[in-house]
């Protein structure tokens, strides 16, 4: 049997990320006395370079690295009018440091190799996405969530302050993070899909921003245009069936173990809602419905600001009601937060239950309650907004939601 050293195999997958990167690189070099003067074979000698100079001493692998660098920067001086491009030069100084990192770390070098070849081969689809499709607003949209992310999310104290000890900053900042975050995957599907699948879908992904307001919408729409009644309806009573989806991912985010109390109720909301909408999205299609709008915003800072700060609020006032009044004050305390926004009562409560101030029993009522509160909500702004067709259809909707949600409640 053949016995070879452990560092073969090292160099391999060295000599392999050369390989990989400097194919890419020589179908895109070009050809004549205008072409990149890196190919496949320099790509691996920079890697077999990095690897062997990482072995044999520290201070040799550094000036490996140097000596690349200087090269690539003489011949990018030489050869700057024809091409301003700096990647091929980047990826082969990289490539040498991936080839000394196969030595200690080689599945990482490896992951890294292959990463750094795909970024090379997709160029134009890069590009294009950015320059054709992606907007600037949306783009500082993805700058702003990147920042809240990886910048804010890390330095935000995770400990309880305030009154009654009812805040943690990092769990409120988490919040807002995950409502823009919910708002752009919404954003995100009406480009994929555009307009021409009609305002039920509109309305469903709408409802992750806001259920209310897209009644509200739809309800305009309606009274506007009454042969778009039954497509404006489908998008309203499917903004509900949002509400249930955003209010399963934020209690998964908050605190299981209450989700897993509620389980039954709002899975018999969520399929009720999917159901009614679905007859009413079919009785839609057969008549002619025109484009919907599509935002071009991605998110709202500000709206992920109110929502957090509600949630603060109705924490404070839960946790204040609870001590003075009970599980009493904490039901009144969420119906009254409900009538604005479920979400925020419901957080509310479910950041109590993870605290540990009251069991994720204790917590069902009260984000129930919150719940049909924002329902009556949504039933008021369907009257002011709609034509009679369109209240009858979406009241009746809310009225089969609430009532699966609270004999699942009753009856398991």
Partial sequence: MLNLHPLWLNLIVA??????????????KGTGPDRSPAGIRTFAL??????ISSLIHVWLLLIAVVSVMIFTATSYYSRRSEDPGLTTEIALVLTVILGSLAISHMALAAALGVILAILLAAKEPMHGFVKHVVTKAELNDVLILAAATLIILPIVPDQLIGPFSAINPRH????????????ALGHIALRLVGSRVGLPLVGLISGFISSIATIGSMGARAKASTEMTSAAAAGAVLSSLATILQL??????????TLQALAWPLLAGGVSIAVYGGMVTL????????????ASQTFSVMSAFKFAGVIAVVLIASAGLKIWLGQAGLVLASGVAGLADAHAAAISVGTLASSGSLSPEQAVIPILVGLTANTCSKAMMA????????VIQVILGLVIQMSAVWAAWWFI
């Fill in 15 to 28: 000599l392999g990320i050369g390989l990989l990167v400097g194919a890419e690189r020589e179908r895109n």
């Fill in 46 to 51: 920079a890697a077999m370079l990095g690897s």
């Fill in 172 to 183: 409120l900042w988490l919040i807002v993070i995950l409502v823009m975050t919910i708002s």
């Fill in 248 to 257: 399963v991912l934020l209690l998964l985010a908050v605190h299981p173990a």
């Fill in 283 to 294: 009785k839609s299609y057969r008549q002619h419905t025109p484009h919907a709008h599509i």
């Fill in 383 to 390: 009257v002011v907004s709609g034509n009679r067709v369109f």
